[in-house]
C-alpha cells in the first residue's frame, strides 16, 4: 500500500502526484441528485461497489436510501463486509470453491448474495453454504443484450430458479438483468431502446416465475446511462448504478447526461516543459488506464499521448502551465482509474477535508 | 494488499485468479539470454524496474551482471532500496521538493540519481542534496526522438551538464537518450533508422561534453526492442531494458523478436459458458490493461471483448474451454499489467513454486 499522497488541511496544490483527487461538493451532488431522482420511483439504489471500492463510500450512499451494494468481486464482497456493510450481492458468477467458501463465510456477517447461468455453479454454491451452515441468496442472470453471461429470458431462467428454490441451502433471490453495453450507446434513441428490451425481457420472466409460483424480490440492473429509464420500469427494483458518484470522459461524451457532475480527478505535475508548445504530466497508462480514451484537461489543452508515466499535453491556445503546476485530468473511465489508487483525496475550497483508503483497491479475485 | 492466490506446492490450475503467473523457466531464460547478449558489448545492463517493479527480481538480474536498476518514480527507487538494491537511478524528471527530498534520503542507504531537462530542476534537486547532506547523481535527459522530455541534443545538453558539474552538491553522472517509441516500431529498418538517430546524437553530445573537460560515466537508453543496436554501437555505457524479462502481446507482434520467451501470464477463470461459442473469463480491464490491445489465449481462442471484470473469448476451432478452467492470457503489455497485482506466482513443470511480492505495486508518486 502506497502513502497517503496528503495530509489534511493542505492545499490542492501541496498534494503529491499523481493523486486521486475527489471533489467533494460535487460527490456529495452526485449522491443526493441520485437519491432525489429515484425517490418517485419503485426502484432503490443498490450502488456499485466496482466503481469506488470504499465502504465509506457505501455508508454515504445508505445514508442516502441506497439498501446495499453490488459487487463483482469476492474480495470487493470482503472489504464491503469487513468494513460494516450488510448487505452485499455479487452481480456476477462466481466459479471456484475457494471463492465461494469465502463468501459463504461472509454470510455470518453480511446479507451475501451471487449470481448464476449454469446449473453447476448453482450446485457449487449449495455446497458452499451447506459447508459453512449458512443459506446464501441467489439470482438467475439474464442476457438482455449483453453477449457475455447470463442465461436466456424466459424458460431457462425460470429452471435455474426452480432449482435455486428447491435447495435447502439456497434463497431464491431474483433475477440480475444488466444491460452494461447500452451504458455507453451514444444516441439516445438508440440506447432507450436497448433498454426497453431488457425491461421485456426482465418483464417476461418476472411473469413466468409468477407462473410457476416464485416471486422475484429482486429485479437488477441499470447502470449510469440509462437508469431512469429501468427505474421508471415499474419492473426493475434494483438499480445497480456507480459510475454517477464520479462520472467519467466517456460518460460526458453521452451528451444530454443526468445532472450528475464530474466530481473525479486525477491530479498531475507538469515534470516538463522542454519540448514547445508541450508540457508532460506524470501520469500515463499506470495512473490512469485509457480503455475508454484519454483524460480531458480544460479548455486550450489536450492530452494527446500516454507512455506507461508520463502524459503528454499539447497547448492548442492560451498559455502554457509552468513547471511543477499541478492540473486536474478527468479520467476516460473512471472504475479502472480508482482502482489503480490506495487513497482518495478529498478536496473543498482548494482544501485537502479528508483521507480515504480505497479498500478494495485490486480486489480482483 | 491483497492476499496470495497460492501457497507453494499447489498445481497451477488451483491457483486462485485472476494471478500473475510467472513461468520461471522461460523468466530464467530470459534472464540468462540478455547477460549473454551484453557480455561480449561495452555496454551493461541497468534493467528497469518499471516493468518488474520487485527488488527480487532486480536482485536475480545482478546476479547476471546488473549494475544496477533504472526507476521511473522515487516510490519505486524507495522500494528497491528498501529492498536491499545498491544502485538506483531515476530515468525521468522528478518534479517537487517532497518527491526531491524522498529521493535525497535513500542516498544514505543506495547510490541515487535522477534525470533533469531544466535548470530549474537542478536547482532543485540541488537544494534536496543541499539539505540533506548528500550528494545526488544528475543525468542530463536529452530527447533522441521521443517528442517528450529531454533538452535537445548537443549545447543545451552540454550547458545543463556544466551546471551539474558545477554544484558542491551534485555529480554529473552522464547522459538519457531513451527512444522509447523505437521499441514499439513494426518495420525492422525503420525501427534501425530511429535508434541511428538516438546513437548519433548521443555520440555528438558526448563529444560536446568532452570538448568542455566533462567525462560523461553514463549514456543510458534502449529498450527490448532495440538494445541490441544500442548496446553495438560503442556510445551506449548502459542498457535500461524491462521487458526482455517477461515479454508480451506488443513485443511479440514486432515479429524477428530477440530470443526472449513469453513468462508472464495472467491466469484466469472460465465463469461462464452461457453462450454458444463464446467462453467469458474473469479477467478483464482491471486484470489486464489494454493500451497495447488485447491478450493473446492459444491457437483456437481469440479474446474479443473486456468489460472492467470480464474477458470474452470467442472459440474459433477447437473445443471450448469448460466452465472453471483456469487459461493463461498473454497481455498485451506487460508493465502496467504487472503493476495491476501485489503477488507473483512463480510456476516451474506445472506447480507453484514461490510467491514474490511485487513490491512497488501503485509505486506512481
Redesign the interface.
Known sequence: ???P?AEPGMHEQEI????LVLDLDAFEHNLDSMAALLAPTRAKLRAHT?THKSPIIAKLQAARGAVGQCV??V?EAEALAWGGIGDILVT?????A??LARLAALATIAEVGLCV??V??VVAAEQAAAAAGRRLKVLVEI?VGM?????AAGPPAVALAQRIAASPHLIFGGIQAYH?RAQHIRAPEERAAAIDGAIDAARRTVEQLRQQGLDCPIVGGAGTGTFAQEAASGVYTEIQAGSYAFMDADYARNGAAPPFRQSLFVLA???????DG?C?V??G???M???SGYPLVRPGLEYV??????G?IVVKDGTRPE??EKIRLTPG?C??TV????WYVGVRGGRVECLWPVAA?????
Not at 505535475?269 to 519540448?275: E, F, G, R
Request: proline share 6%; charged share 30%.
Open positions: 500500500m502506497q502513502h499522497p503529491d502526484t499523481p493523486a466496482k463483482q468481486k474480495a456476477n458468477e462466481v466459479v471456484g475457494r471463492k447461468d449454469d453447476r455453479q442476457d453477449g457475455r453471461c447470463g442465461v452494461g505535475t507538469v515534470m516538463s516543459t522542454a519540448l508541450v508532460v506524470d501520469a497508462h499506470k495512473a488506464p485509457t480503455d499521448g500516454a507512455s506507461d508515466e508520463h503528454k513547471l511543477g473511465h472504475d479502472p482502482d489503480r489508487y490506495d483497491r485490486g480486489a480482483m479475485a
